[in-house]
């Protein structure tokens, strides 16, 4: 029997979405779609700016946090719904997920916006590697294939991250 895994975040009482509410109770990663309902913008304290700062933030129609736009998620938000005008945002839908990226120098699982072309071309690359045709793949073999992906992507990730250190350790030194 699996035990079930528990994000420290989500013990948390947090007002807003992040990428730990996106990660299942066995530690993988997972995708929901919602709807936006409402757009406010709001004062949000920037503790690294020490000051107030103006942000926007979706409601959704289905039972889930708000979400503060970054401004890199404004720009996807942009791009995935084809329209740079927020009033025209009400009712589409986005999907979210989560992804590991470094900030500050410490590895964080920040809310990630899916863009159906990333997963697209992730897709047909790998049904090439497979020499398949993606529609002959299930959606498990598919999701399967990138989470390898993902799981080099950091794993290559890391070491560069680690290389640089040692280098930059080995400079101070001499």
Not at 37 to 52: A, F, G, P
Not at 147 to 153: F, G, L, W, Y
Request: with cysteine; aromatic share 6%.
């Amino acid at each position: 029997m699996t035990k079930k895994l528990t994000h420290y975040k989500k013990n948390l009482d947090q007002e807003f979405l992040g990428g730990h509410d996106f990660i299942d109770d066995k530690g993988q990663p997972f995708e929901k779609t919602v709807t936006i309902d409402s757009i406010e913008t709001v004062l949000i304290y920037e503790q690294r700016k020490d000051r107030d700062e103006k942000k926007l933030v979706l409601h959704f129609k289905e039972p889930v946090k708000k979400m503060i736009l970054t401004n890199r998620n404004q720009r996807v938000v942009r791009s995935v719904l084809g329209t740079k005008f927020s009033e025209q945002w009400i009712g589409k839908q986005l999907t979210l997920s989560t992804r590991e990226e470094v900030h500050f120098d410490e590895v964080m699982d920040v809310l990630k916006i899916v863009q159906k072309d990333d997963s697209k071309s992730i897709a047909v690359q790998i049904a090439e590697l497979l020499g398949r045709n993606q529609k002959s793949m299930s959606k498990k073999e598919v999701e399967s294939v990138q989470r390898v992906i993902r799981n080099k992507e950091k794993a290559i990730y890391n070491a560069a991250l680690r290389l640089l250190k040692s280098k930059d350790s080995c400079r101070k030194i001499g």
